[in-house]
T-cell receptor
Framework: QKEVEQNSGPLSVPEGAIASLNCTYS??????FFWYRQYSGKSPELIMF????GDKEDGRFTAQLNKASQYVSLLIRDSQPSDSATYLC???????????FGDGTTLTVKP | NAGVTQTPKFQVLKTGQSMTLQCAQD?????MYWYRQDPGMGLRLIYY???????DKGEVPNGYNVSRLNKREFSLRLESAAPSQTSVYFC?????????????FGPGTRLTVT
C-alpha cells in the first residue's frame, strides 16, 4: 500500500462546477499536508498546505483535513478550464523536510 | 530571483554512460531534494539534503549519488546510466517555516537512456 493514495482519476467536471480531489495517508505521524498543481510538461507548484483539522480556504480553493480518518481533500469552486492539470497530494512531518507524494489525480474542466 | 534552476533541460545518454544533473537555488533555503517522476506517476524521492554537508537517502536511491556542494547547489550523479533511469528529474528546495516545508521546484531535466 502506498503511503499516500489519491483518486485514480481522471476527473472531468464542467466549467463552473465544484471539483473534489481526495487523498488518504497511512502514516499517522504525518503532520502537514500539501496540494501541488502540475500542468502537463511543467513542474509542480504549491497551491496550499494544511496542518490543522478542519477547512482552510484560499480564494476558490478549500483544503480539508480529517486526521482521525487520515483523509485530505481539495475542493475547487467555480472550476475553470485553466484548472485542468494534475493535482498531487503530499504528506510531511513537522520539523522534518521529507514528504511523500501520491500519484496525482488529473482534472479536466470542460468549457 | 531565479528560484530553482536545473541544467541540462534535456539529455540523451547511452547505457553505461555517466552524467551529473546540476541544481541551484537562490532563496537561501536549507533543504534540497531530488525527485524522479515516471509517466503517470507521482514524485519519488531519490535523495534529500537537510543542510549543507548532509544528505539522506529517499525511496529510490540505487544508481544515484548526490553532492551538496554548498547551501545553493545540490547535484545528482548517475554513474552508469540504465534504461530504467529514463525519467523526468526534478530538484526542489524548501525552508521549514514553523515546521512546514513548502517545496519549490525547478523546471526539470528530461533524461532518456537508450
Amino acid at each position: 500500500q502506498k503511503e499516500v493514495e489519491q483518486n485514480s482519476g481522471p476527473l472531468s467536471v464542467p466549467e463552473g462546477a465544484i471539483a473534489s480531489l481526495n487523498c488518504t495517508y497511512s502514516d499517522r505521524g504525518s503532520q502537514s499536508f500539501f496540494w501541488y498543481r502540475q500542468y502537463s510538461g511543467k513542474s509542480p507548484e504549491l497551491i496550499m498546505f494544511i496542518y490543522s483539522n478542519g477547512d482552510k480556504e484560499d480564494g476558490r480553493f478549500t483544503a480539508q483535513l480529517n486526521k482521525a480518518s487520515q483523509y485530505v481533500s481539495l475542493l475547487i469552486r467555480d472550476s475553470q478550464p485553466s484548472d485542468s492539470a494534475t493535482y498531487l497530494c503530499s504528506a510531511g512531518w513537522t520539523n522534518a523536510g521529507k514528504s511523500t507524494f501520491g500519484d496525482g489525480t488529473t482534472l479536466t474542466v470542460k468549457p | 530571483n531565479a528560484g530553482v534552476t536545473q541544467t541540462p533541460k534535456f539529455q540523451v545518454l547511452k547505457t553505461g554512460q555517466s552524467m551529473t544533473l546540476q541544481c541551484a537555488q537562490d532563496m537561501n533555503h536549507n533543504s534540497m531534494y531530488w525527485y524522479r517522476q515516471d509517466p503517470g506517476m507521482g514524485l519519488r524521492l531519490i535523495y534529500y539534503s537537510a543542510s549543507e554537508g548532509t544528505t539522506d537517502k529517499g525511496e529510490v536511491p540505487n544508481g544515484y549519488n548526490v553532492s551538496r556542494l554548498n547551501k545553493r547547489e545540490f547535484s545528482l550523479r548517475l554513474e552508469s546510466a540504465a534504461p530504467s533511469q529514463t525519467s523526468v528529474y526534478f530538484c526542489a528546495s524548501s525552508v521549514g517555516t514553523g515546521g512546514i516545508y513548502e517545496q519549490y521546484f525547478g523546471p526539470g531535466t528530461r533524461l532518456t537512456v537508450t
